[in-house]
């Protein structure tokens, strides 16, 4: 089945301790993308990436970190979390299809930074 | 299921009826657009997309309309079933802009039975 894995779905954690959220797709494309939702400010894009060793910052990428060193994982880093990190995390890669981007969504992580 | 948004607009529709959700977009270079549809506790998903040399496309019970003057969006669903209940984002996005994608708010749909 084709997907997009986003591993915790839920996670608690205290200012400053490191975290990794991952991010594994199985449809091997060649862009994915981290978004973080909040109420009533939609997705915003934090990182993304166009291809392997390829990444780029989105909207909001302060604080965010990421890696692509496989096409299949994009895993993101918060290397000392804050409160106002506390939010609900997305993954989503899609297909390079010229101008056509069909993003495909994981289920998402919901973090709390206390 | 979680809540994606608290302080959403919101439509509320009779099972059967045929809903409007209504996007203004903000990039006046902006050529391609995309509905996607979030299901409570779920990520979003794609419902259709249109390009800005269209002005209409229709998918199965779902037509999205496109007027590029006063650059608004709506997406129109026929025959609205309890399934449909959601939040529903409208994307925009410059064909030559790469990947960035831009996400409205959003609208929630409730329907009723």
């Known amino acids: 089945e084709a997907q997009v894995t986003q591993n915790p779905r839920y996670l608690i954690t205290v200012t400053g301790k490191k975290l990794t959220v991952t991010c594994s797709q199985n449809?091997?494309?060649?862009?994915m993308s981290w978004y973080r939702q909040d109420p009533g400010l939609g997705l915003r894009q934090i990182y993304y990436?166009?291809?392997?060793?390829?990444?780029d910052k989105g909207d909001v990428p302060e604080g965010y970190k990421v890696s692509r060193k496989e096409k299949r994982n994009f895993p993101l880093i918060l290397e000392s979390p804050s409160p106002n990190q506390t939010s609900l995390y997305f993954c989503?890669?899609?297909?390079?299809?010229?101008?056509?981007?069909?993003?495909?969504f994981g289920a998402g992580t919901r973090l709390s930074v206390l | 299921g979680e809540s994606v948004g608290l302080h959403l607009p919101t439509l509320s529709v009779q099972e059967g009826d045929n809903s409007i959700i209504n996007c203004a977009y903000s990039n006046s270079a902006s050529d391609y657009f995309i509905w996607y549809k979030q299901e409570s506790g779920k990520g979003p998903q794609f419902i259709i997309d249109i390009r800005s040399n269209m002005d209409k496309r229709q998918g199965q019970r779902v037509t999205v309309l496109l007027n590029k003057t006063v650059k608004h969006l709506s997406l129109q669903i026929a025959a609205t079933q309890p399934g449909d209940s959601a939040v529903y984002f409208c994307a925009e996005k410059e064909m030559g802009g790469g990947f960035k994608t831009i996400f409205g708010a959003g609208t929630r749909l409730f329907v009723k039975a």
């Open positions: 990436s166009m291809n392997v060793e390829v990444t």
């Open positions: 449809m091997n494309h060649e862009y």
């Open positions: 989503a890669s899609s297909k390079r299809q010229g101008a056509v981007n069909i993003q495909y």
